[in-house]
């Protein structure tokens, strides 16, 4: 997808930028991803996409997996503020045996950036499940940026993800009872490294205001999360994501 998009990018025409305006980027398309957390089966899911141009000349990158975050503090590269994503939760059929439902659940924290120059990004983010697994996730990562203002932007880089027992537990874990339903072997995780990974992300304007975005995430489950029996004998350690839209770039204010 990297090489496609910068052929793409070598043709395609810039988008003029005034720095007078305001500017939105929208996109929609579609993804594949694991139907669950650990699961080998698969789903079809919409993916989106926006981003804001207050008259700065180009778009702030973001990085394909950044979670919705709000900037209170910016300062020579440093920014932080709150954090929120959707952790989709895990039914049944997701792995073709009665390992336990997990609601939806909305995670909420906080987030810390730095840009340490134009070709390289560091964030982490903590955020705590309300409502649903209620478990504690904390991710790093790091971006290395290729980028010719809005014409094309292209990053990659690695993943870290840590959660708390109680995550674990909800995700990969076995109780007595559910060992008896499934047939899986009881077990209790702990907390820890969950998994390591790479993302990357691409996004190039096409013919003017129009756009192709895309991504590709490969995560491997790893330490008590992938001891999992569920995730062993029923799904597995490797969680591959991918998806491609369109984007439309116009003005929205003078």
Do not use: C
Request: hydrophobic content about 35%.
């Amino acid at each position: 997808m990297v090489i496609v998009a910068a052929l793409l990018a070598s043709s395609a025409p810039a988008l003029a930028q005034d720095n007078g305006t305001t500017r939105v980027r929208v996109g929609l398309g579609g993804q594949n991803r694991p139907a669950a957390l650990g699961a080998d089966r698969r789903e079809w899911a919409p993916l989106f996409d926006f981003a804001l141009d207050r008259g700065g000349g180009q778009f702030d990158f973001e990085a394909p997996d950044d979670n919705f975050d709000i900037r209170l503090y910016e300062n020579e590269g440093l920014s932080l503020g709150p954090v929120a994503a959707y952790q989709p939760g895990r039914k049944n059929r997701d792995f073709g045996d009665r390992v336990g439902k997990v609601p939806n659940t909305i995670e909420v924290g906080g987030f810390v950036q730095y840009q340490m120059s134009e070709f390289l990004r560091l964030r982490g983010e903590v955020r705590k499940g309300v409502g649903g697994h209620n478990g504690l996730i904390a991710s790093l990562g790091a971006d290395g940026v290729w980028r010719d203002g809005d014409r094309y932007v292209i990053s990659a880089g690695p993943r870290l993800n840590f959660t708390n027992g109680r995550y674990q537990r909800e995700f990969f874990g076995v109780s007595d009872e559910r060992s008896l339903i499934t047939g899986l072997d009881e077990f209790d995780p702990d907390g820890g490294l969950q998994s390591i990974g790479a993302t990357s992300g691409v996004n190039v304007q096409v013919a003017g205001p129009i756009g192709v975005f895309g991504f590709a995430r490969y995560d491997r489950l790893v330490g008590d999360a992938g001891k999992s029996p569920i995730v062993r004998e029923l799904g597995s350690r490797s969680q591959l994501a991918a998806g491609i839209g369109l984007t439309y770039t116009f003005n929205l204010s003078r």
